[in-house]
């Protein structure tokens, strides 16, 4: 589970990547000159999308507001900056934000919401889940583990090894939420 | 270390290539030999001396066929991979987060019409609607109450549209704070303080899980976006931390050295700093400085290295779309004078003072989190002070907006194409100078209005933050700092432009500012005032000037950020010594031994050393008169960490020392494998078993546990050598004997405590061992 969660990330890396390099479409460079007020012109913003070497006032200001012998003038005062983005990173990394962002918030509801809600209607399901709020001193930091384990392995098939996995899991983030949250003894 | 209790180490084959299958994964690791206890300080001497075992190992095998040089040679290369692997992923979520923050901060303004998941200033890129006065605004993209009502001014829509921000800046971090709390508690705070913990020697599991690690992800967007006043860089170094970990359970070089595994840890850290603020050098020197303990040299190039790969992996995201890493980067390059060092160091006095105002407020803050009621209600603190905070920050428009971007806009010169409100300056219209160099120019109305806005919003950062740092949210403090300072010092910078400009005779100006001439640039005094306030608070120094420069791209201005800098650290020196991560280590009473400390005091090693004079006598094991079951009621009856181990009760002569958790493994393991081992078998330690009747059980060899080489000092050994030793080996306990005869133990915790009671602070705090 390491390693694939490992994979898991560097795949993300890769596909983030490769995304914003194969989406450049037209729309994403653009030119912006802003042109601050001028005599009796107002000051403006010009935008177009063309390159680099483009990016400059005489091909980006269009139409000139002022005549022949004052355009070098205006076009001294007006900054040219040539822009790029990647439209396509942008959408790819705000939908992967919301649906992770989702299905964790969809996972936090089941757990405490609907589990002890099922919890309760099918009581006696096993007794490894009532084990679970119980957590055994220092003495013997694993003494609980290798019971409840031991007790199982009658049945050793995939789902079994989930459930066991997931009660380890929660056994781990209540000891953490008591030592913050409660005791107050780490990150105060 | 050879096997010979029925306990078999894995071979480096097995080692490498992960034996076991997938399912393997989902048990739980049987713990070996050789680990430790969570909240227990690592032994450096034996992991150190681990791996030069393993190395050696290694190497003594590569001359025996082409496979396993090969292997040699992938196992040198193991830590290079392990840096490129923590750059990218580091990169990679660092633009994940910018990008997620970016829109989220203006989702509670208004969302973009055209397309959902663009931000204000993305969905208005390609408009061409946009004009010189409003440059941001554009018809696609509408606040909130003109979607709902239609309607766009009025103070209906201005009251929607502060109820919407409100309520979005409640649910964000409603949901931040319980998602760090149903998933992985560890993931709030700032977390540089538990960092320098764990990079100094101490263990806490589960701080650098995978867990923590997406939860801190997620959650950071969430809390940056919901307007708190908190930062994202030091949450970025645990993120970065999270990724080193990660990655170090790939290759058992790493993963079963917990010496080894800080060394990568502290390069990732470097990896933080350098995508948080696009500075990769600044980031090694912050690894350097603040968070690393020991640090081999050889670890400054890797993270150099993974530094490097970091910053290249943000810049090809490119989350600003200007190929910048940072939002405030920027690049004028006029010069300063030298009698503006004046202000300047008044700007250094200001953020030492503001930094010690602020430890010692958020210090008792947190201390009253954690010992009052207050503490009881996470979840309630979090949405109180969201609220109270969105309440205060709406009305003014530079709170208004996100931290980052107010840093941004106070850091820019105003040139003639600025329409905000801070560079509405009177114009001269026949003025045809190029945009760099415009002179000094009498102030507008505008900035006057926006000197008393930014009056207000510096009082309301620096009061607010004091209670926002240290909640149950991910939270960092550089960009707080970094924005008190910058308002402040943009607020000076202004002052002294107006001052130049229209008393331009006085003495203090006439030599240096000439009427006409661009003398007095407010944002490099906005720059000097952030770089005050952050060495305030932090009080770093060489990484701080490294880090500010390398977000200008100026060397100019190296002097008056170092005259500012060193100022700010003098002042709160004189005030108190600890910067805000220490004093949280000494809040929390972590182990850790500071390296700047200096120990001055002549007490002695019996001083301190434990059993004191009314204690019980030292617990010790004999070397062949100890059965079973008397160890296993010394360990269940104390909770000492290890015991020495001598020659006899009479002569009291030292053999050894034993790990206590050593032992519970290895008498569990002894009882389920071998048999005859029974309660009453002799435990010996020496290489051959005791003479014993016949009719005796089995005895039990414990020798592979053995420490044979502990460390010892004499009873007359002055505690400045003792503590000296301590910080430099990074020990964990110290024997002290006299004539040979042990005399007692002195543990870490017992010489952090004597410090404490030194420095007459309570040496009860000190928790951990």
């Known amino acids: ?188 | 270390m050879a096997a010979a209790e029925g306990v078999s180490l894995p071979t480096p084959t097995e080692e490498m290539n992960g034996a076991g299958t997938l399912m393997d994964f989902l048990d739980e690791p049987f713990p070996d030999v050789g680990t430790y206890e969570d909240f227990h300080t690592i032994d450096w001497l034996r992991e150190k001396s681990r791996d030069t075992d393993r190395h050696r190992k290694i190497t003594s095998k590569s001359k025996e066929s082409i496979w396993e040089l090969i292997k040699s040679l992938l196992d040198a290369w193991s830590g290079w991979v392990v840096m490129l692997l923590i750059g990218l992923l580091s990169g990679t979520l660092a633009g994940v987060i910018d990008l997620a923050v970016d829109w989220m901060t203006d989702l509670k303004e208004g969302v973009c019409l055209s397309a959902f998941w663009y931000s204000h200033e993305q969905c208005c890129w390609t408009s061409n609607q946009t004009t010189f006065a409003d440059r941001d605004k554009c018809p696609q993209w509408q606040k909130w109450a003109e979607l709902m009502t239609g309607h766009a001014e009025g103070a209906g829509a201005y009251l929607l549209n502060y109820f919407l921000y409100i309520l979005w800046a409640l649910l964000f971090s409603f949901l931040a704070v319980s998602l760090v709390r149903v998933f992985a508690p560890y993931a709030c705070g700032s977390g540089i303080p538990e960092i320098k913990t764990i990079l100094s020697g101490f263990i806490i599991r589960g701080y650098l899980g995978k867990w923590t690690l997406l939860i801190k992800t997620v959650t950071l967007v969430l809390a940056v976006s919901s307007g708190l006043s908190l930062g994202k860089e030091g949450p970025l170094v645990h993120v970065a931390c999270c990724c080193g970990n990660l990655f170090c359970s790939l290759f058992s070089k790493y993963s079963k050295n917990e010496g080894k595994r800080r060394e990568v840890l502290s390069a990732a850290a470097a990896a933080g700093v350098s995508v948080a603020f696009g500075a990769p050098i600044g980031g090694v020197l912050f690894s350097l400085e603040e968070v690393s303990y020991y640090f081999p040299l050889k670890t400054l190039w890797r993270s150099f290295f993974a530094a490097l790969v970091a910053a290249f992996t943000l810049r090809s995201i490119n989350p600003f779309g200007n190929s910048r890493l940072v939002l405030f980067y920027v690049e004028y390059h006029t010069p300063w004078y030298m009698a503006e060092l004046v202000p300047f160091i008044l700007l250094g006095v200001f953020g030492g003072l503001w930094g010690t105002l602020f430890i010692r407020a958020n210090i008792a803050w947190c201390r009253r989190r954690k010992t009052t009621q207050l503490g009881k209600y996470p979840v309630l603190e979090v949405i109180i002070v969201t609220g109270i905070t969105a309440l205060l920050a709406y009305p003014n428009p530079y709170t208004r907006r996100s931290t980052s971007e107010l840093i941004s806009e106070l850091f820019n010169d105003c040139g003639a194409l600025e329409s905000s409100q801070l560079c509405d300056y009177y114009n001269n219209p026949n003025m045809s100078r190029p945009v760099d160099d415009i002179p000094d120019r009498p102030a507008g109305p505008g900035v006057y209005n926006a000197m008393w806005q930014l009056t207000l919003a510096l009082i309301f950062k620096i009061v607010i933050t004091i209670f926002t740092f240290g909640m149950k949210i991910p939270s960092g403090l550089f960009i707080p700092s970094m924005a008190v300072g910058a308002i402040a010092g943009r607020i000076v910078g202004i002052a002294v432009e107006q001052m130049a400009y229209h008393h331009h005779d006085w003495i203090i100006f006439k030599n240096w500012c000439r009427p006409g001439a661009d003398c007095v640039t407010p944002g490099l005094y906005a720059m000097v005032g952030a770089a005050a306030c952050l060495g305030g608070v932090t009080r770093m120094t060489v990484s701080l000037v490294v880090i500010m420069f390398e977000l200008t791209g100026g060397l100019e201005y190296i002097v008056p950020l170092m005259a500012a800098a060193v100022t700010s650290k003098w002042v709160a020196d004189a005030f108190g010594k600890e910067g805000i991560y220490e004093s949280h280590i000494q809040l929390n009473g972590y182990p850790y031994l500071d390296i700047r400390d200096e120990f001055t005091h002549r007490t002695l090693a019996t001083d301190v050393m434990r059993p004191r004079r009314n204690d019980p006598p030292l617990a010790v094991l004999t070397q062949d008169s100890t059965t079973v079951e008397d160890v296993e009621t010394l360990i269940k009856d104390t909770d000492y960490n290890g015991f020495p181990v001598v020659v006899s009760r009479e002569s009291e002569r030292l053999i050894g020392f034993v790990q206590r958790r050593d032992l519970t493994l290895a008498i569990k393991n002894a009882r389920q494998k071998q048999d005859g081992v029974v309660s009453s078998s002799v435990v010996y330690f020496t290489e051959d078993a005791p003479q014993l009747p016949a009719s005796n059980p089995q005895p039990l060899k414990l020798r592979r546990i053995l420490n044979l080489s502990p460390f010892t000092v004499t009873d007359h050994t002055p505690m400045e050598t003792v503590v000296d030793i301590f910080r430099k080996l990074g020990l964990r306990q110290c024997l002290v004997t006299r004539s040979g005869r042990l005399l007692g133990i002195i543990t870490k915790k017992d010489v952090l405590r004597h410090m404490a009671q030194m420095m007459n602070q309570d040496p009860e705090s000190i928790m951990f061992n």
């Not at chain 1, 990173?89 to 962002?101: H, Q």
């Not at chain 1, 757990?111 to 013997?140: A, W, Y």
């Open chain 1, 1 to 188: 589970m390491k390693f694939l969660f490992g994979v898991e990330a560097f795949c993300l890396a890769c596909f983030v990547l490769l995304s914003q390099v194969s989406a450049k479409n037209s729309e994403d460079i653009r030119c912006k000159c802003i042109c601050p007020p001028y005599r009796e012109v107002e000051g403006q913003i010009y935008k177009q999308n063309v390159s680099l070497k483009d990016c400059n006032c005489l091909h980006v200001v269009e139409p000139m507001p002022v005549d022949g012998k004052d355009v070098e003038a205006y076009c001294l005062r007006c900054e040219c900056k040539y822009e790029e983005r990647s439209s396509g990173t942008i959408k790819v990394t705000i939908i992967i934000y919301l649906s992770i962002l989702g299905l964790l918030l969809l996972y936090m509801v089941y757990l405490t919401l609907l589990e002890p809600m099922l919890k309760r209607r099918l009581f006696g399901h096993s007794q490894l889940i009532h084990s679970d709020d119980d957590v055994v001193g220092d003495q013997q930091p694993f003494a609980n583990a290798h019971n409840v384990l031991s007790r199982s392995h009658s049945r050793p098939n995939m789902l079994n090894k989930v459930e066991h996995a997931q009660q380890r899991w929660r056994r781990q983030v209540q000891e953490q939420r008591k030592s913050v949250f409660d005791r107050h003894v780490v990150l105060s």
